[in-house]
């Protein structure tokens, strides 16, 4: 079965320096991966995903993830953090037959400090 | 609507009552997931609907709970004789590509119904 590890349950960051939140998988054959947002109150809102191709894949607001399939990893980064990026993130994979569910990650709370 | 929306946002319960959490999709979206989110958790997924058709229910911690989607569009979460340990917020969320679809279409989630089991 599919996991998702995020070893950090908080990360903190002085804004304008960069920002990166790691996240390692488990899955058989190529994964399906992505990062989510999630703000305070709020439902999660999708970043990135990595399918196939280009390791370095970018996203929204900034954000990119590069995947390392020999260390198994999927870290999110971001050169110069803002503080309206203090959030909780989630990484989560799936494998590409579908028949199985997206599985998240227990998430990371970011907190960009001005 | 422009997106997934939930209700009620809000939810308390006394242990032994029953609960509906309604999830309304993006409209035309096939794919309908529910997931839990236990306090400092990731969202634990719990079933999910193609259509009108539930495909996984592999995720429903008990018998206690139900989901429905009778005409495709609006789903209702349903749990029985509610324990304390139900106490979470239920996530709804749609994708306009089926599960099992070439590539991977993300999932746009709702803002949640919080639940709390007194």
């Known amino acids: 079965a599919q996991s998702v590890a995020q070893p950090e349950d908080q990360v903190n960051v002085a804004e304008g320096n960069p920002l990166t939140v790691k996240c390692t998988y488990s899955?058989?054959?190529?994964?399906?991966l992505f990062w989510y947002v999630q703000y305070p109150n709020r439902g999660l809102q999708f970043l990135l995903k990595?399918?196939?191709?280009?390791?370095l894949v970018k996203g929204s607001y900034g954000f990119e993830a590069e995947f390392n399939k020999s260390q198994t990893s999927f870290h999110l980064k971001k050169p110069s953090a803002l503080v309206s990026d203090s959030a909780l993130y989630f990484c989560?994979?799936?494998?590409?037959?579908?028949?199985?569910?997206?599985?998240f990650g227990k998430g990371t709370r970011l907190s960009v400090i001005a | 609507g422009a997106g997934v929306s939930q209700s009620p946002r809000y939810k308390v319960a006394k242990r032994g009552q029953d609960v509906a959490l309604r999830c309304d999709p993006i409209?035309?979206?096939?794919?309908l997931f529910w997931y839990q989110q236990a306090l400092g958790q990731g969202p634990e997924f719990l079933t999910y609907?193609?259509?009108?058709?539930?495909?996984?229910k592999s995720g429903l911690p008990s018998d206690r709970f139900f989901a429905e989607r009778p005409e495709g569009s609006v789903s209702t979460l349903k749990i029985q004789r509610t324990q304390q340990e139900d106490s979470a917020v239920y996530l709804c969320?749609?994708?306009?590509?089926?599960?099992?679809?070439?590539?991977?279409?993300?999932?746009?989630f709702g803002e949640g119904s919080r639940l709390t089991v007194l």
């Open positions: 899955v058989s054959g190529n994964p399906y």
């Open positions: 409209s035309g979206h096939v794919s």
């Open positions: 989560a994979v799936r494998d590409p037959s579908g028949n199985t569910p997206l599985v």
């Open positions: 969320a749609s994708s306009s590509r089926h599960r099992t679809s070439g590539g991977a279409g993300e999932l746009f």
């Open positions: 609907f193609q259509n009108e058709a539930q495909l996984d």
């Open positions: 990595y399918i196939t191709g280009d390791n």
